[in-house]
């Protein structure tokens, strides 16, 4: 008997050994203010540690960079999907809306957007879903930083940058490879942001303070599928 090769058929096979590699943690969504350096960065990771798309999407805002916006386009995402970048409605147990404090005016809003969103949300499996902000005080730059100084003051995103560049000799915003240059110090970075969790919080500003590091130490630990 023929084999039915036609494109709904290939389809549908494709889907299921997709869905046949997932691994058994949950499903991720992360959605960045930043276009370019926080998906390079989270993207690297995923590379590096081989977790399969199936289970860790990132995406940026696609209704702009607020705090606020960053979590509306995070919860829309997630509820409806995007067919266009194979992403299914509610296909995700865990959503993190990652922003800077900056001087954005909607930040403490997004905080409060995210949290009432916890826990309220169902899934495809009809499981509530983790909804958390991940925000940084005063940029996702501090994150990177503390591989290399142990900051526990106030400090302005400009010398947050100025003082990177020194670290790390040519970083720009967007720049690539931002993970596998500071992975040797990873374990410095999240020993120094776990003692600034215990100081402050992200409504603390204007403390420093990361919470990367716990969205980082969910993917580091993450195993390679089979």
Same mark, same amino acid.
């Given at each position: ?45 995923? @590379?590096?540690?081989? %977790? ?15 705090? *606020? @916006? ?6 829309? %995402? ?32 997004? %905080?409060?957007? *995210? ?23 005063? #940029?996702?730059? %501090? ?60 409504? #603390? ?22």
């Amino acid at each position: 008997m023929a084999r039915d090769n036609s494109p709904k058929v290939r389809q549908r096979q494709q889907l299921e050994r997709k869905l046949a590699r997932r691994a058994s943690h949950d499903r991720i969504l992360i959605v960045s203010e930043g276009s370019k350096t926080e998906p390079h960065y989270f993207g690297e990771i995923r @590379q590096t540690y081989r %977790l399969h798309t199936a289970n860790v999407e990132v995406r940026s805002s696609e209704l702009g960079t607020a705090p *606020a @916006q960053v979590v509306r386009y995070a919860r829309e %995402l997630f509820e409806f999907g995007n067919m266009h970048k194979s992403i299914q409605p509610r296909a995700f147990e865990q959503v993190y809306a990652v922003f800077d404090r900056d001087d954005h005016d909607s930040y403490f809003e997004a %905080l409060e957007m *995210a949290e009432s969103l916890d826990g309220k949300l169902k899934n495809d499996n009809k499981q509530f879903v983790r909804f958390q902000a991940v925000a940084s005080v005063p #940029s996702f730059e %501090l994150w990177l930083l503390l591989h290399y100084e142990n900051i526990q003051a106030p400090i302005h995103r400009d010398d947050v940058m100025r003082r990177l560049k020194i670290a790390i000799p040519g970083y720009e915003k967007g720049a690539r490879h931002a993970f596998s240059s500071t992975r040797q110090h990873l374990s410095v970075a999240t020993r120094r942001a776990q003692a600034l969790a215990a100081r402050f919080d992200a409504r #603390s500003a204007p403390e420093p303070f990361t919470a990367i590091v716990d969205l980082v130490d969910l993917l580091t630990r993450l195993r390679p599928e089979k």
